[in-house]
């Protein structure tokens, strides 16, 4: 029996998921110690200041105003969007303070102000929400949609009362693993480009995927927004070669769809199994459950800078 290269059996057995579940839990095992050693760290150091404190003079000071927070971050954290489409909305001139239009992302918000984004009023979420939902095929991935097709947001109404976007995007006919949160701070980590997220995908292509092309697409294609490199690829069943594993960290636009169909072939369905450390386990199509705090201490580690 033709064995399956080491570095992708996490693809080996799409059926079960086996090897890819296995694949996750050798990757949390190795970063457990350097998180754990990241929060003791966190912790010595904010003991460290207290016993600095504590030691400290007494000295009378004057209370300082409210902390000014950037309107982008202000939006942010109201849960309308990420900080990124903030600055968007901001640019547009669709935000508004005390009824002017401010058209500069950092300007300072005061503690009186009245902020109102296409007229609508909106403050700062207190409840942080933290929603994994395992994506269906034909809901699209926003907040609303003027052609009332069936949103994401329609899956998790009885979630949270509490203002909620998706981080990122999934097209309408790709399923799978999909955060919705109102962290606007957690939302622009997961999608800087710089923090390099990865993704997994499970695809169905038309045709069997030719050693020719799979070389090409694991050397890297070039696209028309430029280069799309790929981290790994592989057969997810041996026997039956449309069916493909794809690793990436680039969050561009139907990029995993766009480096099949640029050597010839076409994406008959996908599905995101693995979004920075979140997998779908337990989770059935159109269902969705709440992050752990475990899991959004790790999503926050892992955006700053962890692939």
């Known amino acids: 029996m033709k064995k399956v290269d080491p570095r992708f059996e996490k693809f080996a057995n799409k059926k079960s998921n086996a090897a890819i579940k296995e694949a996750f839990k050798q990757e949390k095992r190795k970063y457990k ?3 754990a050693a990241f929060f003791e760290q966190k912790k010595a150091e904010a003991a460290a200041k207290a016993t600095q404190a504590a030691a400290a003079p007494k000295i009378e000071r004057k209370v300082a105003p409210a902390e000014q ?3 982008n971050k202000y939006l942010a954290h109201s ?8 600055v968007a909305f901001i640019k547009e001139g669709k935000v508004k303070v ?3 239009v401010v058209i500069e992302p950092g300007y300072k918000v005061q503690p009186a ?3 109102t ?3 609508k009023k909106i403050t700062p979420a207190k409840n942080l ?3 994994l939902l395992n994506k269906p095929k034909d809901y699209i991935t926003t907040t609303d949609d003027p052609q009332k097709r069936k949103t994401v947001l329609d899956l998790i109404r009885t979630a949270t009362t509490e203002r909620v976007y998706p981080v990122g995007r999934l097209d309408r006919n790709t399923s799978g693993v999909l955060l919705i949160t109102n962290d606007g701070e957690l939302a622009q980590q997961l ?3 710089s923090n390099e997220v990865k993704k997994i995908y499970a695809a169905t292509l038309n045709r069997p995927l030719e050693k020719k092309d799979f070389d090409k697409i694991l050397k890297g294609v070039v696209l028309e927004d430029g280069p799309a490199p790929v981290d790994v690829l592989a057969y997810s069943d041996l026997k039956d070669k449309t069916q493909v594993g794809i690793e990436i960290h680039n969050g561009r636009n139907r990029i995993v769809r766009r480096i099949f169909e640029s050597v010839g072939y076409e994406v008959k369905h996908l599905d995101r199994v693995m979004f920075g450390g979140l997998t779908k386990k337990n989770v059935e199509r159109g269902k969705f459950r709440f992050l752990t705090e475990k899991e959004v201490r790790n999503l926050k580690f892992f955006g700053k800078g962890k692939k």
Do not use: Q
Request: glycine letters at 4%; aromatic letters at 4%.
């Open 69 to 71: 927070m950037p309107l």
């Open 33 to 35: 110690k350097e998180r």
């Open 98 to 100: 005390n009824t002017t």
């Open 117 to 119: 984004l296409n007229n």
């Open 79 to 86: 849960g309308v969007c990420s900080r990124r489409d903030a």
């Open 191 to 193: 999608t800087h480009p």
């Open 113 to 115: 102000d009245v902020i």
């Open 129 to 131: 929400v933290y929603i």
